[in-house]
Nanobody, 124 residues
Framework: QVQLVESGGGLVQAGDSLNLSCAASGRTFSVNVMGWFRQAPGKVRAFVAASSWSGDMTSHADSVKGRFTISRDIAKNTVNLQMNSLKPEDTAVYYC?????????????????WGQGTQVTVSS
């Protein structure tokens, strides 16, 4: 099993920045990809970004490209999501995910582990 614990959410104003972090523990040797999804009230869960375990390959949703950056801190065994120029439409619960598969999937069902989620609220 792999355990994922997110941190860093909060309430900010439009234009502000936040950094989310997700710590992985347990059988992390089986993980090949880590990423982030988000779910806004009344909406389906959506892909945000993904990174290979080594951090050399990343993928970002078009809606966040240029504003959000996913990165891996291998020494700390974390995956981070730096979010800049936040907009009210970025308000959601953000979930950290991990996959044993080798591709940077944008499909929730292809991830094997997920965290409890952290709330990000952006006021206008």
């Amino acid at each position: 099993q792999v355990q994922l614990v997110e941190s860093g959410g909060g309430l900010v104003q439009a234009g502000d920045s936040l950094n989310l972090s997700c710590a992985a523990s347990g059988r992390t040797f089986s993980v090949n990809v880590m990423g982030w999804f988000r779910q806004a009230p009344g909406k389906v869960r959506a892909f945000v970004a993904a990174s290979s375990w080594s951090g050399d390959m990343t993928s970002h949703a078009d809606s966040v490209k240029g504003r959000f950056t996913i990165s891996r801190d291998i020494a700390k065994n974390t995956v981070n999501l730096q979010m800049n120029s936040l907009k009210p439409e970025d308000t959601a619960v953000y979930y950290c995910v991990a996959s044993q598969r080798g591709s940077l999937s944008r499909t929730w069902a292809e991830y094997d582990y997920w965290g409890q989620g952290t709330q990000v609220t952006v006021s206008s």
